[in-house]
């Protein structure tokens, strides 16, 4: 399939589908489908970044037959929603963690779970009396829910998956009532519901802020950042690292299976055949788990490589704290994890067009070039004064702290700027998506029948 087939496809899919919704007047049924369609362009990367038009539709379908809502006069409760929170990856943290710092300042805030969450999340929570809300059911009945508990926050803070259409009708419903909700822009590369009918969009990275400039309708910006890990290194154990069996110096990436795209790139293998295989250096991979891209591997390579699948995070940090350099994940890369190794004062390297984060000159835009900077580095060593500069910021400026403080202004009416220099020129928006555009992947929602279209 090439690109424009691929292209064709993705139209007469999308086409599907809105036609499906616009036939619809069961309103479960109606959620159901914008979910399906959220879920295509998201989980495809098809250059469709939002669908304010969509969600505009649903909500006048909906709307003569909503019950009278009343905002409350006097409110002090900041709620955040988060959809689905995990033992994996930053998306689960970054909310986690705003909210427990504000629990401990004395804030008035609470936790909204609209789908589910693992049960380490749910304890942690519990361990820091953030009250929690779970309104597990996605039709009618969670969207009205929402809208009540909404109304009766000071501003509504969204964590929220791309598809999460209830979410979005009851974050419009709250719009329209005065009460001012404000979109965490996780997806920064993908399809999402809700970011331009929010009072703002609070960016994590330069990135994120240029992408919703160019790809979305937001009616406000501000920065928030991607806070850093409040676990301090010397908490961090030597056991934890033993282990692993990994003896001596190691570099270590961490990232889920999807960020390495070992399905249909074989970028990640190359650059293990160049540091295990032909450097001999040991890599530590957190979160990949067995692939069998990794059994074709050179026998070098395979000796050097220990790879393991999800690892809790404390774990995760500590065995960062013992490596001798990060990688970041490629050709997506991180966020929360790279931020963690800058704190640490790490060297880190990888491979993809500039991103947009603090720091991100460690980005190469080839393997020829991250292979010379890896070479480099062993050779001469790490420039100790960069690292401290990366490690200070970080510190300063993307913790937890740092990041609630720059909610708390945002939310009294303040836009807040992005803290740091980045350099347009060298980020391609459209990386992920020209990426993916290349491959033959294509996610068709089980509701398609690619046989009677």
Not at 94 to 111: A, F, I, M, P, T
Not at 345 to 374: H, K, N, Q, W
Not at 405 to 410: E, H, N, P, V
């Amino acid at each position: 399939m090439n690109n424009e087939q691929k292209s064709q496809l993705i139209s007469q899919i999308d086409g599907a589908l809105r036609q499906a919704i616009q036939s619809c007047r069961d309103a479960n049924k109606l959620f159901n489908l914008a979910r399906h369609y959220a879920q295509f362009h998201w989980l495809n990367l098809t250059e469709c970044w939002e669908k304010a038009d969509l969600e505009n539709y649903i909500f006048k379908l909906i709307e003569p037959r909503l019950p009278a809502f009343t905002a409350q006069e006097s409110r002090t409760k900041i709620t955040h929603v988060i959809s689905e929170a995990y033992d994996t990856g930053g998306h689960t943290p970054l909310c986690v963690n705003l909210v427990k710092e504000q629990k401990s300042r004395g804030d008035d805030v609470e936790l909204i779970i609209t789908r589910k969450a693992t049960d380490t999340v749910i304890k942690n929570l519990q361990n820091a009396n953030v009250p929690i809300k779970t309104y597990p059911d996605n039709g009618v009945s969670q969207m009205l829910a929402l809208a009540k508990c909404f109304l009766q926050s000071k501003a509504v803070v969204l964590h929220i998956n791309p598809d999460d259409i209830v979410t979005c009708l009851a974050v419009m419903i709250a719009e329209r009532h005065g009460v001012p909700c404000y979109f965490v822009n996780h997806a920064n590369i993908h399809f999402s519901y809700a970011p331009s009918q929010c009072t703002g969009i609070l960016e994590i990275t330069a990135a994120s802020w240029l992408s919703s400039q160019k790809y979305r309708h937001p009616k406000s910006q501000s920065f928030l950042g991607i806070p850093a890990s409040k676990t301090e290194t010397g908490t961090l154990g030597q056991s934890r690292i033993e282990e692993t069996g990994i003896t001596g110096p190691y570099f270590i990436s961490v990232g889920t299976p999807l960020k390495y795209r070992l399905g249909n790139s074989n970028d990640f293998p190359e650059f293990i055949e160049f540091l295990c295989g032909k450097m001999g250096q040991k890599l530590l991979m957190i979160g990949p788990g067995d692939h069998p891209k990794f059994a074709e591997l050179s026998p070098d390579s395979r000796k050097n490589l220990v790879v393991l699948g999800q690892v809790e995070r404390d774990r995760t940090l500590a065995l960062m704290a013992g490596a001798k350099a990060y990688i970041d994940s490629f050709p997506e890369g991180g966020g929360t994890s790279v931020v963690n190794a800058m704190k640490l004062g790490l060297p880190i390297f990888g491979c993809r067009i500039s991103e947009g984060m603090y720091g991100d000159d460690f980005l190469s835009t080839s393997l020829p070039d991250l292979f010379a900077r890896v070479s480099d580095f062993l050779t001469n060593g790490a420039d100790q004064d960069l690292l401290d500069t990366r490690a200070n910021f970080i510190k300063t400026q993307m913790s937890v702290s740092a990041c609630v403080d720059r909610l708390l202004q945002t939310i009294d009416g303040k836009k807040i700027a992005v803290p740091y220099s980045y350099d347009t020129a060298n980020m391609d928006l459209t990386f992920h998506h020209s990426r993916w555009l290349e491959n033959h992947d294509l996610y068709i929602p089980p509701i398609i029948n690619m046989g009677k279209n």
